[in-house]
């Protein structure tokens, strides 16, 4: 099974509303990243986990705050957000890289955010 | 800081055409690079990955070669499909962190 499955698939939320995104994986992966995506270009890495642990920030806002509760689960949690915010949010995950490794990274299909 | 460039930014081909996609990255101390394609609206599908110490990865009708002294890739695709028809980009792993940087895409529209 290489699927990397989030929800919800489409979410519109008001500027002073409080959401979540979820993403989960059960390939055994140890690293698990947020993108953001616009409309044209590519993905943008916002957050990386590694064994659990927040390991990369992008210098992303704090209305955009994630979470890793166990090695499978991933979440984002939106609050205040701005409609500048729109866009596709996606999660990816894949081992841990090291020597011998491989990290091919897998994706889900993208939650599509739209911020009013 | 690692930037990755696609050229051409579209293509148009007719189908059953053979077509070469390129992809150029600065700092080579990478530990792969993996190419996708995104369909309009959707998520990225893996299609090959090609580890640091390879010099090419086939499948099917895809082959993808890596030249990382150079800093560059190509995606070859024969006999094109318009199922082809995509969004493809190609993504570094750069060595030491966890990072995957995106190239700036190329958008393939395979003409019937």
Not at chain 1, 13 to 38: F, I, V
Not at chain 1, 90 to 104: D, K, V
Not at chain 2, 11 to 37: H, K, M
Not at chain 2, 84 to 101: P, Q
Request: with cysteine.
């Amino acid at each position: 099974d290489t699927e990397v499955t989030q929800t919800p698939k489409h979410l519109v939320m008001g500027m002073t509303n409080k959401k979540s995104l979820k993403c989960e994986q059960h390939m055994g992966h140890r690293a698990m990243y947020w993108y953001k995506q616009k409309a044209k270009k590519p993905p943008e890495l916002m957050f990386v986990y590694s064994y659990e642990k927040l390991s990369i920030n992008e210098s992303v806002p704090s209305r955009f705050s994630p979470e890793c509760p166990n090695s499978s689960l991933l979440n984002l949690h939106l609050h205040a957000l701005q409609p500048e915010d729109s866009a596709l949010y996606l999660c990816a995950s894949s081992p841990i890289s090291g020597q011998g490794r491989n990290t091919e990274a897998f994706f889900g299909q993208g939650t599509r955010l739209t911020v009013v | 800081k690692q930037e990755v460039t696609q050229i051409p930014a579209a293509l148009s081909v007719p189908e059953g055409e053979n077509l070469v996609l390129n992809c150029s990255f600065t700092d080579s101390a990478i530990y792969n690079l993996q190419w996708f394609r995104q369909d309009p609206g959707k998520g990225l599908t893996s299609l090959l990955l090609i580890q640091s110490s390879q010099r090419e990865q086939t499948s099917g009708r895809l082959n993808a070669s890596l030249d990382k002294s150079s800093g560059r890739s190509t995606l070859y695709i024969a006999a094109s499909q318009p199922g082809d028809s995509a969004t493809y980009l190609c993504a570094v792993f750069n060595f030491g962190n966890e990072k995957l940087t995106f190239g700036t895409g190329t958008r393939l529209t395979i003409i019937p």
